[in-house]
């Protein structure tokens, strides 16, 4: 996917049951500045707003039996109906379809970064015990999961992708820089950071970093990004950009070039 140019507001329409439980992203820190700057817009609808009855049922009991109930596809199909109404013309073909749950993709950088080209998109929180399978076949674009674990609702599922797509919006983080050099999109985990004071509680930082020699703490920062990541995420080493001195450290390390991973 391109980038859409110029860059407008990144618009995420939220389906869900406790629509209240998105003030959190809404009203606070990052992405909280981001919606007040109007660089961001979280719109959460109440899915029983779309239901027909008097109770306002989103679920029912599933055919064939079994405990657990099923989100039913009306309320759903018409809120997002609704939603992409909104969404203006030129961008509601490119506008992704999310349903967020544990046998969706696993969110990584690279799904972010996909996700983050579009102009926005409509996330239905899933619920129950799941979603009626119409809703899988006739709705969504895009089944995501937050990591192989079950929470209780799509909430928080939600939040995680808006804040982690919400970065990559220009100006919503310091500078575009940070984003591209962060931890993970370099393939590699960080490497320690320190501030003052020099030494606290009898522990000090690392002389090279107060040394003001660049070249120095470069290479010292890049020898730690290469030992953390050997040490707890060894994995990220298949895929990330190497150059020949850092393989050659990481073999001092005893890497063996990933070949028994
Ligand atoms: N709903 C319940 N568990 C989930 C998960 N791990 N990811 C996304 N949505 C979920």
Same mark, same amino acid.
Not at 197 to 205: D, I, K, N, V
Not at 228 to 242: G, I, K, N, S
């Given at each position: 996917m391109n980038f859409p140019l110029p860059f407008g507001k990144m618009r995420f329409? %939220?389906?869900?049951l406790f629509p209240d439980a998105f003030r959190i992203i809404t009203q606070y820190s990052i992405i909280g500045r981001a919606v007040e700057n109007g660089l961001v817009s979280v719109q959460?609808?109440?899915?029983?707003? *779309?239901?027909?009855?008097?109770?306002?049922?989103?679920?029912? *009991?599933?055919?064939?039996?079994?405990?657990?109930?099923v989100m039913k596809p009306e309320p759903v199909f018409a809120a997002v109906g609704a939603a992409l109404d909104d969404v203006p013309g030129d961008d509601r073909e490119r506008t992704p379809v999310v349903l967020t749950s544990p046998?969706?993709?696993?969110?990584?950088?690279? @799904? !972010?970064?996909?996700l983050a080209a579009a102009p926005g998109m409509v996330?239905?929180?899933?619920? *129950?015990?799941? %979603?009626?399978?119409?809703?899988?076949?006739?709705l969504i674009t895009h089944e995501i999961s937050i990591g192989d674990y079950v929470l209780t609702g799509g909430e928080l599922a939600a939040m995680v992708?808006?804040?982690? %797509?919400?970065?990559?919006?220009?100006?919503? !983080?310091?500078?575009?820089?940070? %984003?591209?050099e962060d931890s993970i999109t370099s393939g590699l985990l960080q490497h320690p950071l320190y501030t003052?004071?020099?030494?606290? @509680?009898?522990?000090?930082?690392?002389? !090279? @970093?107060?040394?003001?020699?660049?070249?120095?703490i470069d290479r010292w920062r890049r020898h730690k990004s290469l030992?953390?990541?050997?040490?707890?995420?060894?994995?990220?080493?298949?895929?990330?950009?190497?150059t020949n001195s850092d393989?050659? *450290?990481l073999a001092s390390l005893g890497w063996d070039g990933g070949q028994n991973a």
């Open positions: 329409h %939220v389906l869900t959460a609808a109440d899915i029983r707003q *779309y239901t027909t009855d008097r109770h306002g049922t989103a679920d029912d *009991y599933q055919f064939g039996g079994g405990p657990g109930m046998q969706g993709r696993l969110l990584d950088q690279k @799904l !972010v970064d996909e996330i239905i929180c899933g619920h *129950y015990a799941g %979603v009626d399978e119409r809703i899988r076949t006739g992708i808006i804040d982690a %797509v919400s970065r990559f919006v220009p100006g919503v !983080v310091g500078s575009e820089e940070n %984003v591209q003052r004071p020099a030494e606290f @509680l009898g522990m000090e930082t690392p002389d !090279v @970093l107060r040394s003001g020699n660049h070249a120095e030992e953390r990541t050997l040490q707890f995420r060894p994995d990220l080493l298949e895929t990330a950009p190497l393989r050659a *450290y």
